[in-house]
């Protein structure tokens, strides 16, 4: 018997999975630590990544583990892939290789199969694959990009309210925004929204997302903007794909797994244009995705 082992290092945190070569069904061990993202804190996050892998291969014998893929968020942008890669094969000894942890999304939510690969979680990115060639579009940041994430959907919705004061109106999403910012008034809500990080901005989504369901009008304009702005991306992906074009699209991130309203409205808004496109749900962890690798190294590599 041979084992394999993957590991998805994230923003937040780390998952590490031990499959059988012959049963992929249930991972055999698993092991968790936190963040991962090397960009933001090189050492903590090499320190997680190791803790997790020392869980999975002391209990083996290292001639039996065939090999180890790594998805690591920040490593492409940090320029640090060739570095982590040579430290891990040096600790361990063991056959590995080290992507990003979108393309190990991508690897997972495809089976190993080309098509792309959508991320909506507190930014967003689309990516796709196809004939061992590596696309992308969007994912350029808060101030740039990230369509359709928390972010954006966030952002849209304070900008509604402002719009309608402006307009000397009361807006129905101000009561859920003011106290989602913890702010008095629309003029501080402003400037609590420029003072804080990304990430906390992008909580805006989830009373938007309540009201959302309760059908408010204008939440619901919200969330249906945001995602025809995602929408588009995944249409301008595929017209980059050379005939025959692959049709599977993945689905991940939080915005894409919790709330219904964006989903659909993504989904809607392509098959209309493109109805032959397939959308897929990813239901696993992406460690899963060492389990397919030999598909991607069988199609000539994995090249960027």
Known sequence: MTYLIGVDCGGTHIVGQTWCNDTTSQPYQEATAGPGNVLLDFDGAMQNLTSVLDQLVSPLPVDQIEHILIGVAGIETAGLTEQVQQMIAQRYHIAIDVISDAKLALLNGLSGEDGALVIAGTGSVVYGRQNSQFLRVGGWGAALGDEGSAYDIGRRALKQVLTQADAGKASQLTP?????????????????????????????????????????????????????????????????????????????????????????????????????????????????????????????????
């Open 176 to 304: 859920a925004i003011l106290k989602q910012l913890q702010a008095p008034n629309i003029a501080a809500a402003v400037k609590q929204f420029y003072a804080q990080n990304r990430q906390t901005n992008a909580k805006l989504a989830l009373p938007i997302a309540e009201l959302a369901t309760r059908d408010d009008p204008e939440a619901v304009m919200v969330l249906t903007a945001a995602a025809q702005s995602l929408a588009e991306q995944i249409m301008t992906i595929y017209q980059r794909f050379t005939d025959p074009k692959p049709t599977k699209v993945a689905l991940s991130g939080s915005v894409l797994q919790k709330n219904p309203i964006v989903r659909t409205a993504i989904i809607d808004a392509v098959q209309r244009e493109l109805p032959q496109i397939k959308f897929i749900n990813i239901d696993t962890n992406n460690a899963h995705a060492v389990i397919y690798w030999h598909k991607w190294t069988n199609q000539g590599g994995i090249q960027a």
